[in-house]
C-alpha cells in the first residue's frame, strides 16, 4: 500500500531510515572504532569502512539507499573517508530539520551553503600545513603502523608523480619492489615461453599477426645469433604463430609472444606505450607501417625482459626521451580529463607511472583478511596521495574543530543563513565528537600525531553538506507502507 507523507511526517520517516546506519558508521570511526559483523556464505566477515558498512545495514528505504549509493560512489571516486562523510553528513542533516522546523527555507539554505564557500575556503587554507608526514596520513587512513611505513616507504620513493599498485602476493608478509623501467599487463600466446631474459629486441604490432612472412628472415636471424625477442601484438594467429612454436620447441629461438591484457582502445594505447619506451616503431596499418616494411633498426630493445604472472617488466628501455616526454603529458592531460572518471583515471595514472619508469608493486601476502589489508593500503594510498596535492590539516577531528571555531566568530546570520551555518558548524566537528565518544575520552584525543589530507577533507564535507541539502529539502514523498 502506497501513502503520501510530507512535513514533520516525512522527516520522521527518514530519520528512522538512516539513524541505525549513521550509528553504525560512527561507532566504526577512528581506531577505537567497532566495525560490522556479517556473515557470508560459511564465514564472518567484518565491515569496517563506511561503505561497507553502509552496504550491510542500509535496508532499501530511498533515503537509505542514496545514503549507500553516495558512500559507495565517494569511496570510488576519492579513495577513502567515507566513515567521516556519513558521519558529517548525519549531523549536518540534523541540524539542518532543526532549521527549517524553526522555519528556514531549504532552498534559501542551500544557497547559503554556497554563499559561505569563500570563508570556507579561508578557514581551510589558515589550518592547512605543506610539510607532509606520510606515515602519520597513512595513521589516519586506518593502516597499521608496519604497513604504514611500507607505504610510505613506496610512496617516498616513486614520488607524487608516480604510482604504488597494491595486490594481494601469493607469499606470507609484506614485500615492497621498487620498479624500475617499463611494465604493463600481458599474457602469453602458444605454450610457455621464457620468463627471463636479456637483452632482448622487440616487435610492437598494433595489429593481429597472421604472417611472419616478410620477417622469417629476420626471425631466423635472431635464431642464429642466440638472440632474445619479444613479439607484442593485438592477436597472434595461424602461421605466424606456427613459425614461433615450430622455432620454440625446437630450441633455436629465445622468444616470448604477448598480448596485452587490456582490450579495444585500451590494448592500443599499452602497445603504444610500449613502443614509444622502448624505441620501437609501432606496425599499425593507421600509422602506415606493416610488417613488410619492418626493418632490424626499427625494432625496440631492452636490457632485461622478466614477466612474472601477467607483469611483463622491461628494464634499460631505450625508447628516446624526446619520444617519451610529449606522450607523458598527452597521458597526464587524459587524466585531468577523467577526474570524474575513477576507473578511466586510475588506468591512465598507471600508464603515467609505468612509462615514466615511476612505479612500485606492494605485494601483502596471502593470509587470513589479506583482501581486508589490499583495500585499507589502497585507502590510505588515497588520502597519501591527496596529502601531497593539497596539503594536511591536523588529524583526529582536531584541524576540523579549529576550522569551526574560525567559521563561528563570523556573523550566523538569521533564518536560512543560520541554519546552513549551524549545518557546516556541525559537519565539521562530527569526527571529533564521533573519536572522542568512540575513546571514552571527554575531552580532547591525546593519540600520537595524526594528519588528514586538507583536500580530501574539503570534498568529504561538501559531499556531506550536499547529501544532506538533498534529503532536508524534501518536502513530500511516497512511499510503501
Known amino acids: 500500500?502506497?501513502?503520501?507523507?510530507?512535513?514533520?511526517?516525512?522527516?520522521?520517516?527518514?530519520?528512522?531510515?538512516?539513524?541505525?546506519?549513521?550509528?553504525?558508521?560512527?561507532?566504526?570511526?577512528?581506531?577505537?572504532?567497532?566495525?560490522?559483523?556479517?556473515?557470508?556464505g560459511n564465514r564472518v566477515a567484518a565491515a569496517a569502512s563506511g561503505s561497507e558498512i553502509a552496504r550491510r545495514v542500509c535496508s532499501d528505504h530511498f533515503a537509505a539507499r542514496l545514503l549507500k549509493e553516495t558512500l559507495v560512489d565517494a569511496e570510488r571516486d576519492l579513495g577513502d573517508g567515507t566513515a567521516r562523510l556519513a558521519v558529517m553528513a548525519g549531523a549536518a542533516l540534523a541540524a539542518a530539520r532543526r532549521g527549517i522546523a524553526a522555519g528556514a527555507v531549504p532552498g534559501q539554505v542551500a544557497a547559503a551553503l554556497v554563499a559561505l564557500r569563500p570563508a570556507l575556503d579561508g578557514a581551510f587554507a589558515a589550518e592547512r600545513a605543506e610539510a607532509i608526514d606520510l606515515v602519520a596520513v597513512a595513521l589516519a587512513a586506518g593502516a597499521d603502523g608496519a604497513l604504514a611505513q611500507r607505504l610510505a616507504e613506496a610512496f617516498a620513493a616513486v614520488g607524487g608523480a608516480g604510482q604504488v599498485e597494491v595486490v594481494e602476493g601469493r607469499e606470507p608478509g609484506v614485500a615492497l619492489d621498487i620498479r624500475h623501467g617499463f611494465g604493463f599487463d600481458a599474457k602469453p600466446v602458444g605454450s610457455a615461453g621464457l620468463d627471463a631474459m636479456g637483452p632482448v629486441h622487440l616487435i610492437v604490432a598494433n595489429e593481429v599477426i597472421r604472417d611472419f612472412r616478410t620477417l622469417a628472415p629476420v626471425i631466423e636471424g635472431f635464431a642464429r645469433s642466440d638472440k632474445s625477442l619479444v613479439i607484442a601484438a593485438r592477436g597472434l594467429e595461424q602461421q605466424a604463430l606456427h613459425l614461433i612454436e615450430r622455432n620454440r620447441?625446437?630450441?633455436?629461438?629465445?622468444?616470448?609472444?604477448?598480448?596485452?591484457?587490456?582490450?579495444?582502445?585500451?590494448?592500443?594505447?599499452?602497445?603504444?606505450?610500449?613502443?614509444?619506451?622502448?624505441?620501437?616503431?609501432?606496425?599499425?596499418?593507421h600509422a602506415g607501417v606493416s610488417l613488410?616494411?619492418?626493418?632490424?633498426?626499427?625494432?625496440?630493445?631492452?636490457?632485461?625482459?622478466?614477466?612474472?604472472?601477467?607483469?611483463?617488466?622491461?628494464?634499460?628501455?631505450?625508447?628516446?626521451?624526446?619520444?617519451?616526454?610529449?606522450?607523458?603529458?598527452?597521458?597526464?592531460?587524459?587524466?585531468?580529463?577523467?577526474?570524474?572518471?575513477?576507473?578511466?583515471?586510475?588506468?591512465?595514472?598507471?600508464?603515467?607511472?609505468?612509462?615514466?619508469?615511476?612505479?612500485?608493486?606492494?605485494?601483502?601476502?596471502?593470509?587470513?583478511?589479506?583482501?581486508?589489508?589490499?583495500?585499507?593500503?589502497?585507502?590510505?594510498?588515497?588520502?597519501?596521495?591527496?596529502?601531497?596535492?593539497?596539503?594536511?590539516?591536523?588529524?583526529?577531528?582536531?584541524?576540523?574543530?579549529?576550522?569551526?571555531?574560525?567559521l563561528e566568530a563570523r556573523p550566523a546570520g538569521t533564518g536560512s543563513g543560520a541554519t546552513a551555518q549551524a549545518m557546516?558548524?556541525?559537519?565539521?566537528?562530527?569526527?571529533?565528537?564521533?573519536?572522542?565518544?568512540?575513546?571514552?575520552?571527554?575531552?580532547?584525543i591525546r593519540t600520537a600525531p595524526v594528519t588528514d589530507p586538507a583536500g580530501l577533507s574539503r570534498s568529504l564535507l561538501d559531499v556531506a553538506l550536499s547529501l544532506a541539502g538533498r534529503l532536508a529539502g524534501l518536502e513530500g514523498a511516497v512511499i510503501r507502507h
Not at 530519520?15 to 560512527?26: K, Q
Not at 629465445?254 to 585500451?266: M, N
Not at 557546516?424 to 580532547?444: F, T, V, W
Request: proline content about 5%; aromatic content about 2%; some cysteine.
Open 249 to 285: 620447441q625446437a630450441g633455436v629461438l629465445k622468444v616470448a609472444a604477448l598480448l596485452p591484457r587490456d582490450a579495444g582502445p585500451r590494448a592500443a594505447e599499452i602497445l603504444g606505450d610500449l613502443a614509444v619506451a622502448t624505441g620501437a616503431v609501432l606496425v599499425s596499418d
Open 292 to 406: 613488410e616494411t619492418l626493418k632490424p633498426a626499427m625494432l625496440g630493445r631492452a636490457e632485461t625482459y622478466r614477466r612474472e604472472g601477467s607483469l611483463v617488466a622491461l628494464t634499460g628501455v631505450a625508447g628516446d626521451p624526446a619520444r617519451i616526454a610529449p606522450r607523458l603529458r598527452g597521458i597526464e592531460a587524459e587524466i585531468a580529463a577523467r577526474r570524474y572518471l575513477p576507473l578511466d583515471r586510475e588506468h591512465a595514472r598507471q600508464r603515467h607511472a609505468r612509462l615514466a619508469g615511476l612505479w612500485a608493486e606492494l605485494r601483502i601476502g596471502a593470509r587470513s583478511g589479506a583482501g581486508d589489508a589490499v583495500a585499507q593500503a589502497r585507502r590510505a594510498l588515497a588520502s597519501m596521495r591527496s596529502a601531497c596535492d593539497g596539503g594536511v590539516i591536523d588529524g583526529g577531528g582536531r584541524g576540523l574543530d579549529r576550522i569551526a571555531a574560525r
Open 424 to 444: 557546516l558548524l556541525a559537519a565539521l566537528r562530527a569526527p571529533g565528537i564521533c573519536l572522542r565518544r568512540n575513546s571514552g575520552a571527554a575531552g580532547p
Open 1 to 40: 500500500m502506497l501513502r503520501a507523507i510530507a512535513g514533520h511526517a516525512l522527516q520522521e520517516n527518514l530519520a528512522g531510515a538512516l539513524v541505525p546506519a549513521f550509528r553504525a558508521i560512527g561507532a566504526s570511526l577512528g581506531p577505537d572504532g567497532r566495525h560490522v559483523i556479517y556473515s557470508t
